[in-house]
T-cell receptor, first 113, second 112 residues
């Protein structure tokens, strides 16, 4: 167990629907990162939050949004889902704003049908 | 040109072999370098982390950074079937956003 908890582990939904993925960071970590991983694209950085504030944005679609709550857990909202959104979504956390590695959760596998 | 290039493999070796995995990068501003291991359907797990040029060893794993050539390597000695996984390099620069640039990953199979 890495200490980063993601729920749900699996999600199957229809095109056009909206889903919410949840992440609880490792205890003491202030930064949360969301990544999308598909077979042909590798790990794609979506967005980072630090202590409740958006810190960096990557290749996040406008249909996607995220937030980090006062208790530091984070949610990634995916709306108007398309078949191409099917992927593994990972959350990672880190301790501070300096250099260092991330700790990843085990991911949410999203299948859009 | 991608910021980080990594040969996706797949790489297949016999048990006990020495494995060499590599990434090249284009931006000399990158200051820290990591290797992650990802088993199928699991999250990436940090294996090695280094700031500077040179070698860093941890058990059977050695990370090597050559900043002048913008080239990083991960060596696995006495490879085991349990090393079968995808290995991703990640490279970053210091700063508040701590954004990492990721290689696509190299798939490794160690055959008993």
């Amino acid at each position: 167990d890495s200490g980063v908890t993601q729920t749900p582990k699996h999600l199957i939904t229809a095109t056009g629907q909206r889903v919410t993925l949840r992440c609880s960071p490792r205890s003491g970590d202030l930064s949360v990162y969301w990544y999308q991983q598909s077979l042909d694209q590798g790990l794609q950085f979506l967005i980072q939050y630090y202590n409740g504030e958006e810190r960096a944005k990557g290749n996040i679609l406008e249909r996607f949004s995220a937030q980090q709550f006062p208790d530091l857990h984070s949610e990634l909202n995916l709306s108007s889902l398309e078949l191409g959104d099917s992927a593994l979504y990972f959350c990672a956390s880190s301790a501070d704003r300096g250099a260092g590695g991330y700790t990843f959760g085990s991911g949410t596998r999203l299948t859009v049908v | 040109q991608k910021e980080v290039e990594q040969d996706p493999g797949p790489l297949s070796v016999p048990e006990g072999a020495i494995v060499s995995l590599n990434c090249t990068y284009s931006n000399s501003a990158f200051q820290y370098f990591m290797w992650y291991r990802q088993y199928s359907r699991k999250g990436p797990e940090l294996l090695m982390y280094t700031y500077s040029s040179g070698n860093k060893e941890d058990g059977r794993f050695t990370a090597q950074v050559d900043k002048s050539s913008k080239y990083i390597s991960l060596f696995i000695r006495d490879s085991q079937p349990s090393d079968s996984a995808t290995y991703l390099c990640a490279i970053g620069s210091a700063g508040n956003n701590r954004k990492l640039i990721w290689g696509l990953g190299t798939s490794l199979a160690v055959n008993p």
